[in-house]
């Protein structure tokens, strides 16, 4: 099967797109001819059914299967049997597929979620279902690298999990962060105005839920493919090192404000603050490339329909020039370069703020040619690993012990009223 990598870099170079590609591609159809997209759960057309198969890293058109409550492929009396993840019935509405033999209820990505918000209080099913999708996408992204995604059964065994949690009674949010495997996140984030005046008062160019889901997985890859790995050294080299005191390092971030050449160096001023931040900040921008590029080249659009006259990185900019994949790594940076110089006029067009509101410096190219090495020699998503110990210190403050409500028959546990362990 030809990788993610190469087949991108082909296409982009004008080449035809390779057979068996694992590239989540937003280019669906349903059996009727209609485009669908990712999201979908039924066809507007015909009234097919869909379902994202994440093995298949697809959305398919579906068919009643032979067993109540089962799926098979539409137009294949012997298609593959499926079920719907427990989401779907729910205000997550989780268009993802199950196998039917398979024994779990949640699909791959509802069953990493330890903890969800109460959906009994205000408006928290409108914002979990905005989180699932935001996180439906970072997941679907994981697998189609091909790295590694496990369920956490416990904080620091070496997987992942969630908690989505709402603030507490006094109105006191909790802190989105990583710790050991867990990621919170405040479902206030899910809420736009919220989410834009938070954006105006950090002063901050860029805020989604994607990029937190993307920023917060990167501290857990940096516990799993990074420490106590061979990749440490180069790391300290191209990021600093990471013993430095981490409180100590946001304290002065937040007293001082960056260094005043932070532009030249990092991809944000939050990256500037310590190495752990500038690696989550640097694996986040990375994984909007890839996915940001594969969209485009799904519907046709990549370096033949793009004309920017603009001077390319070179092989200097690459903080190992003599990687052996450093041109294909290249050639992936300025057909980034490239596609954000449209896209941020088009944004403008529509007196929109940029699609893209970054400048790459060549020190952030090395860093992200880092991180795609690293991405590169992960172990496959489909390996099990032993437990990594979890880093001392890692990434966002830690967390304080939590007892979960009881788990509803789905596995996830709704938070009960006004939760929310209310870091400061």
């Not at 969630?162 to 495997?181: E, R, V, Y």
């Not at 050294?233 to 960056?258: I, T």
């Not at 944000?268 to 485009?296: F, G, Q, R, V």
């Amino acid at each position: 099967m030809i990788s993610f990598f190469d087949s991108i870099s082909q296409q982009l170079a004008g080449g035809r797109r390779g057979q068996g590609r694992p590239t989540r591609s937003r280019l669906y159809q349903c059996t009727c001819g209609q485009p669908v997209f990712f999201d979908n759960t039924e066809c507007l057309n015909c009234h097919n059914q869909l379902g994202y198969d994440p093995g298949r890293g697809r959305v398919v058109a579906l068919a009643p299967g032979n067993k109540p409550d089962t799926w098979r492929t539409a137009n294949r009396q012997r298609g593959k049997a499926y079920k719907r993840c427990a989401n779907y019935a729910t205000p997550a509405l989780c268009n993802w597929l199950v196998p039917a033999d398979s024994p779990d209820a949640l699909c791959v990505a509802c069953a990493l979620n330890r903890t969800i918000p109460n959906l009994s209080e205000g408006d928290n099913g409108r914002l979990w279902f905005k989180i699932e999708a935001a996180k439906r996408r970072l997941i679907a992204q994981l697998l189609t690298l091909n790295l590694p995604v496990q369920r956490a059964e416990e904080q620091g065994d070496g997987g992942v999990m969630f908690d989505f949690l709402a603030p507490d009674a006094d109105g006191k949010p909790p802190m989105t962060g990583h710790a050991s495997g867990l990621i919170t996140l405040n479902i206030l984030e899910a809420d736009d105005a919220y989410r834009v005046r938070v954006r105006e008062q950090m002063h901050e160019p860029y805020r989604t839920l994607v990029g937190h889901f993307r920023h917060e997985i990167g501290h857990y890859y940096w516990d799993r493919l990074v420490a106590g790995t061979s990749w440490l050294d180069s790391f300290r080299q191209v990021f600093g090192d990471e013993r430095a005191d981490y409180g100590e390092a946001l304290k002065v971030h937040y007293e001082q404000g960056p260094p005043a050449d932070w532009d030249t160096r990092f991809i944000s001023t939050y990256a500037s603050s310590h190495p752990w931040e500038d690696w989550a900040e640097t694996w986040a921008h990375y994984l909007h490339m890839m996915d940001t590029l594969d969209t485009a080249l799904s519907f046709g659009v990549g370096r033949n329909t793009v004309e920017l006259p603009y001077d390319p990185f070179t092989v200097d900019a690459l903080y190992d020039p003599t990687d052996p994949g450093g041109e294909q790594f290249l050639g992936l940076v300025n057909a980034w370069v490239e596609l954000t110089g449209v896209m941020n006029e088009l944004a403008r067009s529509m007196g929109q703020r940029d699609f893209y509101p970054f400048v790459l410096p060549a020190a952030v190219v090395g860093k992200l040619q880092f991180v795609h090495r690293v991405v590169k020699a992960a172990p496959s998503a489909a390996s099990t690993v032993a437990p990594a110990a979890a880093a001392p210190g890692a990434a966002e403050p830690d967390q304080a012990p939590w007892d979960a409500a009881t788990p509803d028959p789905s596995g996830q546990h709704q938070a009960p009223s006004g939760d929310g362990r209310g870091a400061a």
